[in-house]
């Protein structure tokens, strides 16, 4: 079963899904490893439940998707993944963002905090391209092997 059966995506739109799926997988499978290096706490098996049971969610997502998760991302791919995924949660760190956490001036803070957030996140877009292009030179490549 396909999964362009299940859901009318892309192929771009289906690696994007795969890669994050994949790579969400591996971020709680390397927290899980860390966790089960840890001593028995009880909260320690509280946390190690609750990250199985999303490991598990993830999986039955890939499953009911028909979108394996088991195969390892490509090393582009990842930094391109890993990079988006950074410039989006930066925008949390931008003033009027952290506002919701408590009381601050948020002028002064922004003129301050936001051009280097976003000098960042413009770095971070610069790494993702840059991966983008590499993952494009090795599909034309492997396209003409």
Known sequence: MSSEKILPLNPDQLRKLKVSLRLLQSDLERLL?????????????????????TLRAVQRLGQNLAVRTDREVPL?????????????????????????YGTLPVTEISRALDPQVEELQRALSALAKAAGATVATEASESNRG
């Open 33 to 53: 490893w860390g966790i089960k290096l840890e001593r028995g706490a009880e909260e320690d098996c509280n946390l190690r439940a609750a990250i199985e049971e």
């Open 76 to 100: 582009a791919r990842e930094v391109a993944a890993t990079a988006e995924v950074w410039i989006a949660r930066l925008e949390d760190l931008k003033a009027h963002r952290l506002a919701s």
